[in-house]
């Protein structure tokens, strides 16, 4: 992990994988109201789950999600109870819908946590889509006010998803200082994030051996909301592309700008020290065959990196 903040871990089980659409409830960055690995996992270890239901499907025009699970006590973390309720449906048109979750914690009395979410993606005209969320979370030890944005979240998107001609999709999301989903996952906390990306792209023609290609300019703000003051900006450009063939390609140059309020880690002799912190790096990526039973991409990420360098090539396996 080369960053300061947890990383996300996608779902492996398969009771937990089957049907996980209908409880889908995303943010940015991977952030979500539901992440099903807080349920009979603590810390790297497993935790008993004594059993549970659960129940998807379609009433109507609703689409349903709910479930129950009940989990043993592990050391210090009491036996808990784990609920998830979710329903959406369509409005307005066939690509736009309206939906709510809720979802409680609780271990007992002195130890409980529900957060709620309301959501929409609207079509607006052609291409263009509008996406609304809101969140609130509420726990025991926190003041807990519904009329606040300490415990809640905001997010907007205004998107075009277009491969040619112009493209863009640009975000707007705010997080408070007590808003802490019990079953979500949050990477960070108390910011407020602007971005994303504004493209064009093009398709060149039955002679050339690419399908279509765009070039592109990205860049990610996050600002503390207790003093204004930015923590985090990644800024860049780039070209990106899709032959023929299927395979896919991008490569990227970006600068990002790092404010490190306390010290830490990567290892035992790799320490960043508090400070203000901007360098650059260059990524490359290539997705040979991309739909084919069996595959690879390679990723190559390098550049100065806080106080130092980074170099690295990966190659991940697919079928």
């Excluded at 004594?50 to 009433?59: E, F, P, Q, T």
């Excluded at 709620?116 to 509420?138: C, M, T």
Aim: hydrophobic share 30%.
């Amino acid at each position: 992990n080369l960053t300061r903040y947890s990383l996300f871990f996608p779902e492996k089980r398969l009771f937990f994988q089957e049907r996980q659409g209908n409880f889908e409830f995303r943010f940015e960055d991977m952030n979500r109201l539901f992440y099903s690995r807080r349920i009979g996992l603590h810390e790297g270890e497993k935790v008993r789950i004594y059993g549970g239901a659960r129940i998807v499907g379609r009433a109507g025009p609703w689409d349903i999600g709910f479930l129950n699970m009940q989990t043993e006590k592990f050391g210090d973390l009491l036996s808990e109870n784990f609920n998830v309720m979710r329903l959406r449906r369509q409005v307005i048109n066939p690509y736009s819908y309206i939906g709510f979750m809720v979802t409680s914690r609780i271990g007992n009395r002195d130890s409980w946590n529900t957060a709620y979410g309301i959501d929409g993606i609207f079509r607006l005209f052609g291409d263009d889509y509008l996406s609304l969320k809101w969140a609130q979370s509420f726990e025991n030890d926190r003041v807990n006010q519904p009329a606040s944005l300490v415990p809640s979240k905001i997010y907007i998107n205004w998107n075009r998803r277009r491969e040619e001609g112009l493209g863009y999709d640009l975000s707007y999301s705010r997080s408070g200082d007590d808003y802490n989903p019990g079953i979500g996952y949050e990477r960070r906390n108390n910011y407020t994030r602007f971005g994303d990306r504004v493209h064009f792209g093009w398709f060149p023609g039955e002679k050339s051996n690419l399908q279509n290609h765009k070039v592109f300019i990205e860049g990610i703000t996050y600002i503390r909301n207790m003093d204004g003051s930015v923590e985090s900006l990644q800024i860049g450009s780039g070209w990106e592309f899709t032959t023929n063939a299927n395979s896919y390609g991008t490569i990227s140059f970006n600068q990002y700008i790092e404010d490190v309020e306390n010290s830490f880690s990567f290892s035992d002799d790799a320490d960043v020290p508090a400070g203000k912190y901007t360098f650059y790096g260059i990524e490359a990526e290539y997705q040979p065959l991309r739909g084919s039973l069996y595959g690879f991409s390679t990723t190559v990420d390098a550049g100065s990196f806080y106080d130092g360098r980074r170099f690295s090539i990966s190659l991940n396996p697919r079928a």
